[in-house]
């Protein structure tokens, strides 16, 4: 495994943990004063990070940075969404269609072939979502969230918009932008937005209390760990982009479901069944077997 995919396991890990606490804390708190605190924090540690590296760009990169940007955040606002719908491992375990979107568009650029092998994969992976949500569709379901088709639809959507992530942080590379760079063009229109809608939302809430007495029920203390973990998570994913094939660091991504299993379980956004489990080791396989294939 070459260095530039162990930034890879790093930035899955760090996703793994800010999406499971992310979930927590937008099903607990005003989930828009999340957002802007979380997106504040993960701003400051960039800056901080590039004041000790390196931040560059060229005025011919500034347009893919901008447009990097925009996509990005449509992204996360229909991934944040679909929380509200249905359950963080499912969700996470959705996002891996993205690895064999990816593979469709490098097929179609030449990169690789769509074999016999490819459509099973796909086949296997679509069966294990099917087994993953059975249960929760029942009428006795025993599933924290009630599952609604909205949330299929918003998380899809986000897959669709963050597809185009990884290459265009690779032009943006190739027209002189750092990974600092391209992340900072995400928080100059994340920040605002974000401090915009909780600003908004506070006006039609009023002032609510959050301060708690145990640290993990504090919003402040929640905001922090996620801001951090979301530093890490885009540093490192996209350097990781930036220098290994795209649909390699996907996959390597995709990992995270078991991750996300066990810590929306943790959390007690999920529950536990055999089924459960079994759907997501089928789609782990899929994937797995797309890596080794």
Sequence with gaps: MSDYRYTAV?????????????????NRFNYQKVLFLTCL????????????TDISFTSASSLYIIIHA???????????????????????????????????????????????????????????????TENCLEKSSDC????????????????????????????SNHYGANEIAINLGYYFIAVPYFCFQYLKSSKNIGHISIVKTKCWNNLYVLCLIIGSLETLYYIFETFSFINDAPTIVIIIEQMRIFLLFILSVIFGTDKFTIKKFIALILGSI?????YFG
Excluded: H, W
Excluded at 41 to 52: D, E, K, R, S, T
Excluded at 144 to 171: D, E, N, R, T
Excluded at 286 to 290: L, N, Y
């Design 70 to 132: 925009f996509l990005v955040l449509i992204g996360y606002i229909c991934f944040i969404r679909s929380l509200e719908f249905i359950p963080i491992a499912l969700v996470g375990l959705i996002e891996t269609s993205s690895l064999f979107l990816t593979f469709v568009i490098d097929a179609i650029v030449g990169y690789v072939n769509i074999s016999f092998y490819f459509i099973s994969m796909l086949v296997l992976f679509i069966f294990s979502i099917f087994l993953f």
């Design 10 to 26: 790093i930035a899955t890990v760090s996703n793994s943990f800010c999406d499971a606490i992310l979930d927590y804390s937008v």
């Design 286 to 290: 899929s994937v797995t077997g797309i």
């Design 41 to 52: 924090v993960a701003f400051i540690g960039q800056v901080i990070i590039g004041l000790f």
């Design 144 to 171: 924290v969230k009630k599952i609604k088709p909205v949330g299929f639809v918003l998380i899809m959507l986000s897959v669709i918009f963050y597809l185009a992530a990884p290459y265009l942080i690779k032009i």
